[in-house]
């Protein structure tokens, strides 16, 4: 069977369900979608639809579905799993799709045409890093990067490896409406701040720490967050108060891209908004805590990067196991003075 596509094959691209890996695959998706273009067939984006927003008017012709929806898989020659999970290679099974790619992981690979296995580590201590690994792993590389790969056993050159995204006129409109009514005019500059972060998380910077880092800046700070980070907003604009935050209702994916491309610098955590953010071209300020850097290492050269060391880290741990002084040490050990200097 071969694991090149085919004249007038209909695609499925099952894409990544976080934001940051969404923008990731963008170059891989683009090229993916201009070779189907070529062949003369066509390319369906199934995931979650709310993130694909963020693409706004790119990807013209492509159908958008839904991937929970069974029907959304149906009627495809081809499916490309841009995830690394079990269900993906079992629906794409049910669906009765002919040829299935992706990732040998989660004992998926009887379910697929044809798989690789992504490279692995010893294991041993990376240099700057801090935790030692238990036994062999699967290196940490930049998500894009594996992507990339991935459309290359399809017969797929990408040509642009650089996640690439604009803003629609519509979300233009609206970002400059919105920030009119906080007095900023369409031409004005201001440092756009993620300062968002789920309950608890501990790939959040607490938002204590960010109002002491942006009391010090003195330029116009506009600040965003996701559904359900509100909070830490209203914590920081209580303490600085010229900062003006989108909350009610936050931006969306498509009016966060023009936020970016209007912002000439842009500080965040490192999560989605990162992504968006260098895919539009900004200058970033990242703080890292508990991720490992190595998985978003390539594209950088317009990303300054703030991270502390630790002996625990990088755990990847939604929540931190530790407490006392050693609770979210990765994140308060990074100086909220070096976050307000930082340019």
């Not at 709310?50 to 959304?72: P, W």
């Not at 912002?263 to 990162?274: C, E, F, I, M, Y």
Request: glycine letters at 8%; aromatic letters at 6%; one cysteine or more.
């Amino acid at each position: 069977m071969s694991t090149r596509l085919e004249r007038g094959e209909r695609v499925l691209a099952r894409v990544p369900d976080w934001l940051g890996d969404l923008v990731m695959a963008e170059p891989a998706l683009r090229a993916l979608h201009e070779r189907t273009r070529e062949l003369g067939g066509t390319l369906t984006l199934v995931g979650k639809p709310h993130l694909m927003t963020v693409f706004g008017d790119a990807f013209g012709g492509c159908e958008r579905r839904d991937a929970r929806e069974t029907s959304a898989w149906r009627g495809h020659d081809v499916a490309v799993l841009f995830t690394n999970s079990f269900r993906s290679a079992w629906t794409a099974k049910l669906a009765g799709i002919p040829r299935s790619f992706g990732w040998e992981r989660d004992f998926r690979a009887l379910l697929l045409s044809e798989s690789w296995t992504p490279a692995f580590e010893r294991g041993g201590t990376p240099v700057r890093l801090g935790i030692r690994g238990r036994g062999s792993r699967y290196l940490p590389r930049p998500f894009g990067s594996t992507c990339v790969e991935l459309v290359h056993w399809l017969g797929v050159a990408v040509h642009d490896p650089r996640p690439r995204l604009a803003a629609t006129n519509a979300a233009r409109e609206s970002v400059n409406a919105r920030l009119a009514s906080a007095g900023i005019a369409p031409q004005e500059r201001f440092t756009l701040v993620n300062a968002g972060g789920r309950p608890g998380s501990a790939k959040s910077y607490p938002a204590e720490l960010w109002a002491r880092a942006l009391e010090l800046r003195d330029e116009r700070l506009v600040l965003v967050c996701g559904p359900g980070e509100e909070d830490a907003l209203r914590e920081i604009v209580k303490a600085v108060p010229r900062a003006f935050a989108l909350v009610e209702p936050v931006a969306s994916l498509p009016e966060l891209v023009a936020l970016c491309e209007r912002a000439p610098l842009v500080l965040t955590a490192d999560s989605g908004p990162r992504h968006v953010a260098a895919a539009v071209g900004a200058r970033l300020v990242v703080i890292c805590g508990p991720t490992d850097p190595r998985h978003t290492a390539d594209h950088t050269s317009s990303t300054r990067i703030l991270r502390t060391p630790v002996p625990c880290g990088p755990c990847h741990k939604e929540r931190c196991p530790l407490s006392g002084p050693d609770e979210l040490a990765c994140m308060r050990r990074i100086d909220p003075q070096e976050v307000g200097s930082a340019k």
